[in-house]
């Protein structure tokens, strides 16, 4: 059974810091491109980051690009993502995403069930 389980979310005061976790399981987790999305109240589910299933290149959303930092342990099937100077406007469910392309389609595309993070004085 495919599971993403995400945690490290919470409350934190602006310009606080959060290292958000997903980890994986029932799937080869090394071969699968790994991803941060999030969705604020009334708005569409975004991309954050992104890192490919052997690591190396990321990519990040412009909005959070030299504030966090995403990275995977393949040993430990898990992905995480650290957020720092954080910002109100980063008030959103987070949600992690794996997804396997196979020739050129996406094949496989899991997601979790979310976890919260709230930036507030």
């Known amino acids: 059974q495919v599971q993403l389980v995400e945690s490290g979310g919470g409350l934190v005061q602006p310009g606080g810091s959060l290292r958000l976790s997903c980890k994986a399981s029932?799937?080869?987790?090394?071969?699968?491109?790994m991803s941060w999305y999030r969705q604020a109240p009334g708005k569409e589910r975004e991309l954050v980051a992104e890192?490919?299933?052997?690591?190396?290149?990321?990519n990040y959303a412009d909005s959070v690009k030299g504030r966090c930092t995403i990275s995977r342990d393949n040993a430990k099937n898990t992905m995480y993502l650290r957020m720092n100077s954080l910002k109100p406007d980063d008030t959103a469910i987070y949600y992690c995403?794996?997804?396997?392309?196979?020739?050129?389609?996406?094949?496989?595309?899991?997601w979790g069930q979310g976890t919260q993070v709230t930036v507030s004085s």
């Open positions: 029932g799937f080869t987790f090394s071969t699968y491109a």
């Open positions: 995403n794996a997804r396997r392309w196979v020739s050129g389609i996406v094949r496989y595309d899991y």
């Open positions: 890192v490919p299933s052997a690591g190396g290149r990321t």
